[in-house]
């Protein structure tokens, strides 16, 4: 079973950076696209920010320029590194990837796995 497990949260103060790592783990054959969500207090879950299996990338308008996503497929990881960042950025992100695996001699392409979240938290 594939799992993804996210790293690099915190508290920071405004205009501080932060970077988020999220890896993914198991029976993985490719990973095709990899993406950051945030939630915060009373909204829906958005997306951030997405990379291809090419390195193409895109972002939500409030982050461009100030977030940057990258991904490492020999060690199956997307980075987020998050700078001037904005109380509004406060909030719980969330890694998405997703990939190739099989379970139960089933082959799956492209099964979507979450990671548990981590907390950003920004402070004016």
């Known amino acids: 079973q594939v799992q993804v497990v996210e790293s690099g949260g915190g508290s920071v103060q405004a205009g501080g950076s932060l970077r988020l790592s999220c890896t993914a783990s198991g029976t993985i054959f490719s990973i095709n696209g990899m993406e950051w969500y945030r939630q915060t207090q009373g909204k829906q879950r958005e997306l951030v920010a997405r990379?291809?299996?090419?390195?193409?990338?895109n972002y939500e308008d409030s982050v461009k320029g100030r977030f940057t996503i990258s991904r490492d497929n020999v060690a199956n990881t997307a980075r987020l590194e998050m700078n001037r960042l904005i109380p509004e950025d406060t909030g719980v992100y969330y890694c998405k990837q997703e990939v190739e695996t099989e379970q139960a001699g089933l082959r799956y392409r492209w099964l979507e796995v979450w990671g548990q979240g981590t907390q950003v938290t920004v402070s004016s």
């Open positions: 990379i291809s299996s090419d390195g193409d990338a």
